[in-house]
């Protein structure tokens, strides 16, 4: 007979209880020698094997009707390779014993983890396959550090929390096992005895791969191989290259016509890609993809923050997808949600039991608005959670840039709450110095290791030092969207023109602060929906009005200084607000020649004019790319300014924003010349009146503290471009 473990110790085991699986299971020097001890329910006889030779070498005696096995091996001292002949129900099966594996961890790892400095933790954590001793499988690694057991329950296990209970590395908190002959593809959770004894069950918080709700496994798939970033791909973008995105939500762009369901990551590259490119935009922006529970969130809610949404295919289906865009000469951008997370049971929340991934008091760690959870930012595995998180979408799947959703919400204490209902900083402040710190160490990580990639902030404040420099107190984004411009601008445009002379300023107030910041002026899905109405919807007058007042704005925004992004539909003038559950209504875009169509062809030229004229884009962030020609006509609503490159050629862009044609508008220029126009919002091709400028020369007429000026036939609700052909 074998020195049998303490009874207590196997009730424990079987029970799920026992948090030290490797002290009882396994190879083991007793008294008697050699023992080997596992847990095998249901099994009927278990034989040792020697592996290197496969001979049997010891039967394993049943010690327990549930199914523990132990045995003495005879004539053996030292450990050696082994493999179980178990005998189910008259089926023999050869495996590989999870506990005669040692730790799986480094020394290297647990210290850069503890310390919250792990570049790439997602390469430690999670699952991975491996190859150990000869031997084929799965290791997982899984932090809860207050929890009282974990297991690894899978497709491989029956999902039978007693079969794989795993180590505890306690100078971390993190649990590890390899688990033998667990390969890719197959689905698992984690079990866990939660710090006050409840059964938890969870999806891993790094599966590359995950099932789509109402499932809500984990998959094992091997880590992505990394993806170099190429020169053409950093150039796109720099602070001087012409920017232009189109944001999109990949379920709702377009659907199938005979059942409204989404198309796949290969259809979208079939499809969206060839459309964006043929659109002339530079990048495409997608609302979050990372997994997700519930649609009505369009993927603000992840859970599966290393996992791509299976919604639309597969992981390497989605990989697939980015390199056809790169293939295509874009840039793919992707919208990353460190802000928050929901609640759902198979998630972060009260992972082991306790509030380990979000603050335990609710005036931190809860969010009001949207009824989610709130990192706890100051906890330094949190903060490498996500952080890793960002290198990892930019290393293993080539995303150029992501945009950071809500970050007000993240660096302020105070955000979207009354009085009493925050927790001041560690001075008494407002800011969450900790999210800040988490914000800059994010950035100067991406800076460091990912050069040419780019993080843009939708910040809604007037916070100081955004897109400046982490070194000089900056938060270290290369961008921000401009939501002040965009407000001021749709507040404008929103006027009935005759009103328009009384808020003139609402249009030039953003060269005020213009380079406070590194901005890109935004129309996004954010200004569509919850009864905003569409962007077309919101301008005045009627149906040509409308369309004009559309088009004039669009050639404002593309000529004012700043990188552009438009949502889809917008881009056709989508007449309704946009519904995440439906297609785009593209159908505006069939029967013929129509407005719809002069505003898509519009936004084309647009795009392909600013990216082909470097005054429009290389100097966005340095004042010598701005003037103002006519600031101050309140009167007609008229402006006009130029923009410059380095080399000092101009482009002109006058707006006229009332129905009223100008004609013979004088207004002074800097350069003496001939001006032609390269776009008008109100030509024929775009269903406008036409009204036109052929070749236009300056006079030697002082205008506008200029020696000479040009006079221009200004179309009703209209923007022109200019650009100077010579002497």
């Keep these: 007979m074998s020195e049998l473990p303490d009874r207590d110790a196997i009730n424990a085991l079987f ?8 002290a009882l299971l396994g190879m083991h020097q007793t008294q008697q020698g050699l023992e080997v001890r596992a847990l095998l329910p249901e099994a009927l006889e278990v034989w040792v094997i020697e592996t290197s030779t496969g001979r049997k070498l010891a039967q394993l005696a049943c010690e327990d009707a549930r199914g523990f096995f132990s045995g003495v091996i005879p004539r053996r001292k030292n450990r050696f390779r082994y493999q179980l002949a178990v005998n189910w129900h008259g089926q023999q099966n050869l495996i590989d014993d999870a506990y005669r594996f040692g730790p799986l961890l480094q020394e290297m790892d647990l210290w850069l983890l503890a310390e919250g400095t792990h570049l790439r933790p997602y390469e430690t954590l999670g699952a991975h396959g491996d190859v150990i001793d000869g031997v084929t499988g799965t290791r997982f690694c899984v932090w809860a550090p207050n929890a009282r057991r974990v297991s690894v329950v899978g497709d ?48 891993d918080p790094f599966a590359f791969e995950a099932q789509m709700r109402p499932q809500t496994a984990s998959m094992i798939c091997g880590l992505p191989d990394a993806i170099e970033m190429k020169e053409e791909r950093k150039a796109a973008n720099a602070f001087d290259a012409p920017i232009s995105i189109y944001e999109v939500h990949l379920g709702s762009w377009r659907r199938h016509t005979d059942n409204n369901f989404w198309l796949s990551y290969k259809e979208l590259a079939e499809q969206l890609v060839p459309y964006v490119k043929e659109m002339g935009f530079t990048h495409i922006e997608l609302l979050p993809i990372n997994e997700h529970p519930f649609d009505g969130s369009w993927g603000y809610q992840p859970l599966g923050m290393y996992a791509p949404t299976r919604r639309f295919g ?44 979000e603050h335990s008091d609710p005036r931190e760690g809860f969010h009001q608005d949207w009824n ?29 840039g992501l945009r950071v959703d809500a970050v007000a919400s993240m660096i302020y204490r105070d955000y979207s709450r009354a ?26 990580t991406l800076g460091n290791v990912a050069s040419g ?47 328009r002379r009384y808020h003139h300023n609402l249009m030039s107030f953003g060269m005020m602060y213009n380079y406070t910041e590194n901005f890109v002026l935004p129309l996004s899905h954010d200004e569509v929906v919850h009864g905003k109405r569409s962007i077309l919807d919101r301008m005045p007058g009627d149906a040509w009005q409308k369309f004009a007042n559309l088009r004039a704005y669009y050639g404002w925004m593309w000529g004012f200084p700043g990188k552009k992004l438009l949502f889809m539909g917008n881009e056709f003038a989508q007449g309704r607000e946009w519904n995440h559950d439906v297609s785009l209504d593209w159908h505006l875009l069939e029967g013929g020649d129509n407005w719809h169509h002069g505003v898509q062809r519009l936004v084309r030229d647009l795009n392909h004019t600013y990216q082909h004229y470097t005054p429009l884009h290389q100097l966005d962030f340095d004042p010598q790319g701005f003037e103002w020609l006519v600031v101050d006509d309140a009167e ?53 009146s036409d009204v036109r400028n052929h070749g236009v020369h300056t006079d030697q007429q002082p205008s506008h503290g200029r020696p000479q000026s040009l006079s221009l036939n200004l179309p009703p609700l209209a923007t022109l471009w200019l650009v100077r052909e010579g002497e």
């Design 15 to 22: 029970a799920g209880n026992y948090s030290d699986p490797f």
């Design 156 to 203: 491989f296990n029956f999902w039978d929390g007693r079969r794989h209970p795993m180590r505890l590395r306690k100078e971390m908190g993190i649990w590890e096992l390899f688990v033998p002959g667990a390969v890719n593809g197959q689905l698992y959770k984690f079990e866990i005895i939660d710090a006050n004894g409840e059964l938890r069950i969870k999806a």
């Design 314 to 357: 597969t992981r390497d289906e989605f990989r697939a997808f980015i390199d056809s865009a790169h293939a295509a000469g874009l840039n793919v951008l992707l919208d990353w949600v460190p802000g928050h997370f929901p609640s759902d049971d198979f998630g972060l929340a009260k992972f082991d039991g306790t509030e380990l991934y």
């Design 372 to 400: 989610t959870l709130i990192y706890n930012f100051g906890r330094r595995e949190v903060s490498n959670y996500l952080s890793g998180n960002a290198l990892y979408w930019v290393e293993r799947f080539g995303i150029d």
């Design 419 to 444: 009085e009493g209902e925050w927790v001041p900083n560690q001075y008494g402040g407002r800011e969450n110095l900790e999210a800040i710190e988490f914000l800059r160490y994010t950035n100067r």
């Design 453 to 499: 990639s780019v993080t843009m902030a939708e910040e809604s404040t007037d916070y100081p030092g955004v897109t400046r420099p982490t070194e000089g107190g900056g938060l270290g984004f290369w961008f921000k969207w401009n939501l002040g411009w965009m407000h001021d601008t749709l507040d404008y445009m929103k006027l009935d023109p005759i009103h």
């Design 636 to 688: 007609h609503s008229v402006f006009a300014f130029v923009r410059r490159d380095r080399e000092g050629n101009e482009v002109i862009v006058v707006s006229n924003f009332t129905p009223v044609p100008r004609p013979n508008y004088r207004f002074g220029v800097n350069q003496p010349g001939k001006w032609r126009e390269v776009l008008n919002t109100d030509q024929h091709e775009y269903h406008g």
